[in-house]
């Protein structure tokens, strides 16, 4: 079988240095050695010997070197193994490269991992399900009741495009909210706690917030990404889930009638965001929330781990969510899953052995510790009880809030100049005629990369 995909550059030297970091590490099986933590730079590892008959090993990799996940991670590991014998070679960031050139690495060279830890993002995931690496996991987690008990982390890893199977468990996924500053809202003579919101009353809101903040909508623009979440949020207070996978899919046309009536929404919120946020990234937008500087910030929810652990924010008090209505009242309020966390199994003949860590992620007990540990929502439909007030908060309303994720299958060749446009749009570089035309122009170019990638038989 041959299967060619297009928009990837490796580079031989790193492809080497990469796989020769995929190597396993031998080990007594009286005793198992699993390292929990190690950083790339070397200067963090923690060594467990778990005195259990060794009953397997797996090669897990992750992207994530340091951090809360990498913390999170660990623990599960040690404890997975300390209950099962079974050691897990934990592999972390292949030499700091890029994420997809990480994917196509593993794709290339046979000794690659047993799991993956992946985006729930088909365009991301690419050059393992072209490479038809991915073992499907609908069997499995049928078999063990989590598909009815979490329906949507199902959803979130079912790729249209690629068998209509699940091709991985959502570990966590970040449900994209406005989060908001409620001092600042207290001085903007707005009245908090807020829920759930009309377009109107927002519009109402911003128009308050611009005499106390300099930014009353904040957005990331530097990093470009953060721009996606609130033309997300804008297109799904009028689009439906199968008219924006649609887009995406080239079958409606960013230049439709029922796109642009969307999209006016967003021209309603364009005044109320700076020309000046390109010097802001990511964590920069969300510390500026947290200081007062500005209003609202459309982010997925592990932005609580920023304004909790570095800005030191109080939820309820420092920080809040809303979500708004949509435009059509028969419709819940919308919230869509716009990343997710996730592991894939990879066909290396140790699936059984793969299959028994899927299963341990998929445990209450595990996804109990993920959601209080890194404050993510996913394990909400499984039926655990939060403790973490924006939790509870989501929690509390899960039956008027609709949760869905988009199907967008952005090809990696055009992301960035998918992603730079919309933040053109949003600063007011370019007109919503020119922004749409520019969104056809690039899912064109999306659309025609997917179909040079070639698969023959």
């Not at 593993?106 to 690659?112: G, H």
């Not at 830890?117 to 991301?124: F, I, L, M, R, S």
């Not at 038809?132 to 996991?137: C, G, M, Q, T």
């Amino acid at each position: 079988m041959k299967r060619i995909v297009y928009g990837f550059v490796i580079i031989a030297l790193i492809a080497s240095i990469a796989i020769m970091g995929i190597s396993c590490k031998e080990t007594s099986p009286e005793v198992i050695t699993e390292t929990v933590i190690k950083t790339v730079t070397e200067t963090v590892i923690e060594t467990v010997e778990v005195a259990k008959e060794s009953k397997g090993s797996i090669k897990l990799y992750s992207y994530w070197p340091s951090g809360v996940w990498a913390e999170s991670l660990g623990q599960i590991i040690s404890d997975f193994t300390a209950e099962t014998g079974i050691e897990i070679d934990l592999i972390q960031e292949l030499g700091g490269i890029e994420y997809l050139t990480a994917l196509q690495l593993v794709a290339q060279t046979e000794d690659r991992p047993d799991i993956f830890q992946t985006w729930n993002d088909a365009g991301k995931m690419a050059p393992l399900l072209l490479a038809d690496l991915v073992v499907p996991l609908e069997d499995l987690l049928t078999e063990i009741g989590f598909a009815e008990k979490a329906p949507t982390a199902m959803k979130t890893m079912t790729f249209e495009d690629f068998g209509d199977s699940v091709q991985g468990i959502a570990i966590f996924y970040n449900d994209n909210f406005a989060f908001y500053n409620p001092k600042v809202f207290q001085e903007a003579g707005i009245e908090t706690p807020i829920n759930v919101v009309t377009i109107d009353e927002l519009v109402g809101y911003l128009e308050k917030l611009k005499d106390v903040v300099k930014y009353p909508i904040m957005i990331g623009a530097k990093d470009l990404w953060p721009t996606i979440n609130l033309l997300f949020a804008n297109m799904e207070w009028s689009l439906s889930e199968e008219q924006i996978n649609d887009l995406f899919r080239g079958n409606l046309a960013w230049d439709s009638p029922e796109v642009r009536a969307a999209l006016e929404v967003a021209e309603k919120l364009k005044p109320y965001i700076s020309t000046d946020l390109r010097s802001y990234g990511y964590g920069e937008a969300g510390l500026a929330m947290a200081n007062g500087e500005c209003g609202i910030y459309w982010m997925g929810d592990y932005l609580m781990n920023l304004l909790e652990d570095e800005a030191g924010g109080v939820p309820g008090e420092d920080f809040d969510m809303f979500t708004v209505k949509a435009l059509n009242p028969d419709v819940p309020p919308v919230v869509s899953i716009f990343s997710a966390g996730a592991m894939s199994v990879l066909k290396t003949g140790n699936e059984d052995v793969s299959f028994e860590f899927i299963k341990y992620m998929a445990t209450e007990k595990v996804q109990g510790f993920l959601a209080s540990s890194l404050r993510a929502t996913a394990a909400i439909e499984t039926g655990i009880t939060y403790t973490h007030p924006i939790a509870q908060k989501i929690q509390d309303n899960w039956g008027k809030i609709e949760r869905w994720s988009p199907g967008a299958i952005i090809h990696g060749g055009v992301f960035t100049e998918y992603a730079s446009v919309q933040t053109d749009f949003y600063l007011g570089d370019i007109s919503l005629d020119e922004f749409l035309k520019e969104m056809d122009e690039i899912m064109a170019d999306s659309v025609d990369l997917w179909a040079q990638t070639e698969v023959t038989e």
